[in-house]
């Protein structure tokens, strides 16, 4: 069975950082294109960045890009969203997905003084 | 970017309804794209690929038609377990782009 366990959210200022992780099991991690997407509060669902196989190639939203970067470590099946220079904006659930077809349960970010 | 169109944005029916939403794409992604079911304060869950695919382990009340611009989700047989938010998404280019959302709510 699939599993994505997301970890690292929290209440940061705005400026601030966060790096969010995401531990893998159940599948062949290395095998997969990796995402991120993010749910606002009340809101829809946004794609935000992925990753390929090898972490060889990456892909942003236009709304984070040079303030966040994803990555991954094949051997420990874990894929992570370092998200700098945070604003009210990015408060959101942060879901790490298996090509978006498999999700996990969500951690929230929340950008606030 | 691609823009996804969803109509309706809500939709009431009653138990053991069939119901239609459809998607429509601003430019034409062949048949790149997916059908997302989310409950409330739970994560999304993906039904469908390809436009038609059912995921694993996905009833098949559940149904995808359409390429190009145009796409739809049936669902037959309404269960409450379906009363949901469903989201269509196109992967066909980047940034990936999700509709608006259905609200599907009891009548």
């Known amino acids: 069975e699939v599993q994505l366990v997301e970890s690292g959210g929290g209440l940061v200022q705005p400026g601030g950082s966060l790096r969010l992780s995401c531990a893998a099991s159940?599948?062949?991690?290395?095998?997969?294109?990796m995402d991120w997407v993010r749910q606002a509060p009340g809101k829809g669902l946004e794609w935000v960045a992925n990753i390929n196989q090898d972490g060889s190639e990456k892909y942003y939203v236009d709304s984070v890009k040079g303030r966040f970067t994803i990555s991954r470590d094949n051997a420990k099946n874990s894929l992570y969203l370092q998200m700098n220079s945070l604003r009210a904006e990015d408060t959101a659930v942060y879901y790490c997905?298996?090509?978006?077809?498999?999700w996990g349960q969500g951690t929230l970010v929340t950008v606030s003084s | 970017d691609i823009q996804l169109t969803q109509s309706p944005s809500s939709l009431s029916a009653s138990v053991g309804d069939r119901v239609t939403i459809t998607c429509r794409a601003s430019?034409?992604?062949?048949?790149?794209l997916s059908w997302i079911q989310q409950k409330p304060g739970k994560a999304p869950k993906s039904l469908m690929y390809?436009?038609?695919n059912l995921q694993s382990g996905v009833p098949s009340k559940f149904s995808g038609s359409g390429s190009g611009t145009d796409f739809t989700l049936t669902i037959s047989s309404l269960q409450p377990e379906d009363f949901a938010t469903y989201y269509c998404l196109q992967y066909k280019s980047y940034p990936r782009t999700f509709g608006q959302g259905t609200k599907l709510e009891i009548k």
């Open positions: 390809a436009a038609s």
């Open positions: 997905t298996r090509q978006l077809d498999s």
């Open positions: 159940g599948f062949t991690f290395s095998s997969y294109w």
């Open positions: 430019q034409g992604i062949s048949n790149s």
